[in-house]
């Protein structure tokens, strides 16, 4: 018998059934962390943030009933956005049922699997990203770049944010500015991961295949991403100062309480153990407590060279899949800081907040199993092809309930 959509689905729910989100626990210690809510419904959210209390205070009674004022509060308004991973599966392989059942669960595993760590994978680089999108930027510095079949990044720890087979755009703004992609693509067919090095098929600034007025400090983006994808703790707390400019889900958050709103930004040149230490500090004096401290692994190595493993602390995330994760203890002013290692974190920063005040909502379950509703099944028949289709995706955002109690610290400024 023929391997069909329909006597495929039993299938397809008992190797995964309600795990489809295990994949987003297990590839980053923060979205296992933070807080969810599948029922982010209609136009959008808004986010209201406290930026002052009341101001009617004085020793002076008369004074303070002149001086009285309204509590004063800043509203963002959150819309979705939208995020798939789709993979196909050749018709011959789900027919070979009939000769070795085992092959076909195999293969059905492994391409779903393979959808859904690349979805995770996705998730945990967004969830850092300030909305625009950009995984890199180009180093156009190196000899021959004109006609190199490479890309080096600027910054070798961003290659965690490329695949092989990844089509790639670029542009000269991180897409918060919306200035526009340049025409042309390129396509992945190698990494090396341990120089930051993306290699293609062709010259990057080929005509035909690729990215013809490629330069240096060009910022790159999957294809399809440019400007439009969820925005993470990049854009709730931004590495950089808020300008008079700023525009943030309706609000500019320079002409307010630029903290309260964004959070603070803290620099540091020292120790990293003693950076902790005094970044902790300087967030009690401005009323913040934090739980959690996120690195990149690359940071998160000189911190244990420091401390050693000693102060290393298993710690269990969630009840419903029992992951855990390994963290670092550092005394903060109001208790233990776990300080983990975050891949998708921009090197040479560290964001410190708390879990509960952030949450990922979606309408609906993440990822979401965009079955076929005609048949009820996980895979869809192609109708140009001799293939089924997996669907996942998310539509969804990051929100931050209280911005202003985090704190970011910039290494070696």
Known sequence: MTATTTNQLPLMKRIWGNKLSLPLYEESRFLSAISKDTQFVGEGRYVIVGVSPTSGGAASFSTAYANQGATNNVRFFVTRKKNYQVASIEGETLSAVKAD????????????????????????????????GARGRVDGTVAGFATNTYIQLRNRAHVVHFEVGMYLKAAVDDGLANGGEKAGRLRITAIDRSTGVLRFGNAINDNTNGIPTIADGDYLFREGDYNDVMTGMGGWNPQEPIGASDSFWGQNRFN??????????????????????????????????????W??????????????????????????????????????????????????????????????DI?????????????????????????????????????GNFTHEEPGNSVQIKWGA
């Not at 390994?326 to 233990?336: F, S, T």
């Not at 993440?366 to 289709?389: G, R, V, Y």
Request: proline share 4%; hydrophobic share 40%; net charge negative.
């Open 256 to 293: 307010t309480d630029t903290q309260r709103v964004s959070g603070l930004r803290f620099e540091w040149s020292g120790d990293y153990e003693a950076g902790f230490i005094e970044a902790a500090q300087e967030a009690s004096l401005a009323g913040i407590r934090v739980s959690h401290a």
């Open 295 to 356: 690195m990149n692994p690359l940071d998160f190595k000189g911190l244990l060279r420091e401390v050693g493993t000693l102060k290393e602390a298993r710690v269990t995330d969630t009840d419903k899949y029992g992951v855990s994760f390994r963290a670092v203890h550092i005394q903060g002013p109001h208790g233990i800081i776990e300080v983990h290692n975050e891949p998708n974190v921009p090197q040479g920063y560290t964001w410190m907040n708390n879990p509960s």
């Open 101 to 132: 059942k085992g092959a076909v669960i195999d293969s059905l595993k492994r391409e779903t699997k393979g959808a859904l760590y690349a979805f995770a994978r996705d998730m945990a680089f967004l969830a850092w990203n300030n909305g625009g």
């Open 359 to 395: 949450y990922l909502r979606t309408a609906g379950e993440c990822p979401k199993d965009l079955f076929n509703p005609a048949t009820k099944s996980s895979l869809w028949a192609l109708q140009d092809a001799d293939a089924f289709q997996l669907r996942f995706g998310a539509y």
